[in-house]
């Protein structure tokens, strides 16, 4: 939906602009899920690997991290 205003204002508060430009009803999953866009879901801001056998991961910057 490019617009809510014809909407009264309790049903308006009920929906969000995407960053496509779109409205979407937050009540609605479907819409809610067609509206993930890769640019809308946050990343946790670290990265870290697992080596196969080991109780130990490692992040981005190669420090160990111990999983005991």
């Not at 937050?26 to 990265?47: A, F, K, Y």
Request: glycine share 6%; proline share 3%; hydrophobic share 25%.
């Amino acid at each position: 939906m490019k617009s809510i205003n014809h909407l009264d204002k309790d049903e308006q508060k009920h929906f969000i602009r995407c960053s496509c430009g779109h409205y979407y009803d937050m009540r609605d999953l479907n819409q809610v899920i067609e509206h993930m866009h890769e640019e809308n879901i946050p990343s946790p801001g670290w990265t870290y690997s697992i080596k196969k056998g080991e109780s130990v991961c490692y992040t981005a910057k190669g420090r160990k991290i111990d999983l005991n």
